[in-house]
């Protein structure tokens, strides 16, 4: 069994990469103090009109030092990054361009943040140095004794030895996740942005989810037309036909009324495949557990289902079952016609408020949402119900096709 660390050498490893991302910070403070200085000369001049072509220049240069330092905070924070949205600077006329960096209101707490980071940044960078002989003094003297101490203590009552983080050498981590936050905060989407960020998703989902509603009906339309209508309309000529022959040629009614009983069964079976294509009748009778299984036993691969939290509980809402029934049934459909698999999994994980369905393959990879492939249903199904997909198919495999759909259950 390996020995583990030290806690002085745990404590210097987490004070290092807490104080690597504060001395980062003081090159960019600098930078930010030489910014504030050009954002001002750009706006005095901008006021003589000299500046104005120069004040978009000075935007694009400003969002990408903002987004480098949003970037590195998520990064310290351990959170996702998400790429900022600001208004267009490229193209139209330049007075178009000037309203657009006066206007925007993230250009605006971009140039608010300038100052203060100059500021707190060199503060923060600073304190890291100086705490560093100090905790190598302090720590480097306590932590083995209250480790001994510890270590003594747990052998002699049976308890676990508590995790020491240091006395000093602690507060890198403490500052560098202040720095974090705080930059965070300032660099944050103004409520205005993110209000119109989510307008224009629900519009493009809302888009998405009417056209595949409308190419849904069409092709309800056309399976009845094609199918069911024509069998139908068949079955009356038959049925005609029995009514003539009925008084004058019996055996021939006879054999007309047998082919109508054949065509109702084969007009049944097409209404059936049209509701199924609907909502399929599993979903109801056994579940989304069982509705998987049953399309894992029919694919043309072998498929591993891990079911997590739809075998048993509460039923989800139909609409979320039916919607990762669908995507699951077009993906396995997908890997057994174009992805040369050999094995696919399908792994469905339920949470309080959402459900995440995950379906991988061993194939060729090289799946491309524009080549027809279904991949852009099934983006537009989840979209709809304000979820959200993710494929991953590089050339060469593998593919994995993640959707995550909020359930509130």
């Known amino acids: 069994m390996s020995t583990p660390p030290a806690p002085l050498t745990v404590a210097i490893r987490r004070s290092w990469d807490a104080s690597r991302y504060l001395f980062i910070g003081v090159p960019v403070a600098l930078l930010a103090y030489m910014g504030t200085f050009l954002v001002v000369a750009a706006l005095m001049f901008a006021v003589v009109l000299i500046g104005l072509p120069a004040l978009p220049e000075a935007a694009k240069v400003l969002r990408r030092f903002a987004e480098f330092e949003r970037r590195r905070a998520a990064a310290r924070l351990g959170v996702p990054f998400t790429p900022t949205s600001y208004l267009p600077l490229d193209g139209g006329e330049l007075s178009e361009r000037v309203r657009c960096v006066l206007t925007d209101p993230t250009v605006r707490r971009d140039a608010l943040w300038l100052p203060i980071q100059a500021l707190m940044g060199n503060v923060l960078g600073y304190l890291a140095m100086v705490l560093w002989p100090v905790g190598l003094l302090v720590d480097g003297a306590a932590l083995p004794v209250a480790h001994l101490l510890d270590r003594r203590s747990a052998d002699e009552y049976g308890t676990p030895p508590p995790v020491r983080q240091g006395w000093v050498l602690r507060w890198h981590a403490v500052l560098a996740d202040l720095s974090a936050t705080w930059t965070r905060s300032l ?188 991949l852009v249903g099934i983006r537009r199904r989840i979209a709809a119900l304000d979820g959200t997909t993710r494929i991953n198919s590089p050339t060469g495999g593998p593919t994995n096709i993640e959707v995550e759909l909020p359930c509130g259950s």
Do not use: C
Not at 220 to 237: F, K, N, P, Y
């Open 187 to 374: 660099l944050a989407r103004s409520p205005s942005t993110a209000l119109a960020d989510r307008i224009t998703q629900l519009t493009e989902s809302r888009a998405g989810a009417v056209e595949a509603h409308g190419a849904e009906l069409r092709r309800i339309e056309r399976d009845l037309h094609d199918g069911a209508q024509a069998r139908i309309v068949a079955l009356s000529m038959r049925i005609g036909l029995a009514k003539q022959l009925l008084d004058r040629d019996p055996a021939a009614a006879r054999i007309r009324l047998d082919e109508a009983q054949d065509g109702a069964d084969e007009a049944l079976a097409e209404l059936r495949h049209v509701v199924r294509g609907i909502h399929p009748p599993v979903l109801t009778d056994r579940g989304l557990a069982g509705a998987v299984r049953a399309l894992a036993a029919d694919a043309g691969v072998p498929v591993t289902a891990q079911l997590d939290g739809v075998e048993d509980g509460r039923r989800l809402p139909a609409a979320i079952e039916a919607a990762a029934y669908f995507v699951i049934a077009e993906a396995l459909t997908n890997i057994s016609k174009h992805s040369g698999a050999t094995a696919a999994s399908v792994r469905i994980d339920r949470t309080p408020a959402a459900l995440r369905v995950v379906i991988g393959d061993d194939g060729h990879g090289g799946a491309d949402e524009r080549a027809g492939s279904g």
